[in-house]
């Protein structure tokens, strides 16, 4: 991981470009799409991973999203 400016910059070896997310609180839809297809990962199976890790870290027992 590293960070210019506003934005991290995450690599791994077996993606084709990395992945860029801005540094702030609210990451837009359009951002985490495009990262999704970087990793070829479908949206539902990215919001099985977020509760997942959520109710592991935080002890939340639901995850409220809102998608457009």
């Known amino acids: 991981v590293r960070q210019k400016g506003s934005h991290r910059i995450y690599w791994r070896s ?10 702030k609180s609210k990451v837009s839809f359009t951002v985490v799409t495009s990262n ?9 199976e ?9 109710k592991k870290s935080a002890g939340i027992s639901a995850v409220s999203i809102r998608w457009p």
């Open 14 to 23: 077996d993606l084709k470009r990395p992945l860029v997310v801005p540094a």
């Open 46 to 54: 990215y919001l099985r991973i977020l509760e997942t890790r959520l």
């Open 36 to 44: 999704l297809k970087t990793l070829n990962i479908s949206i539902e």
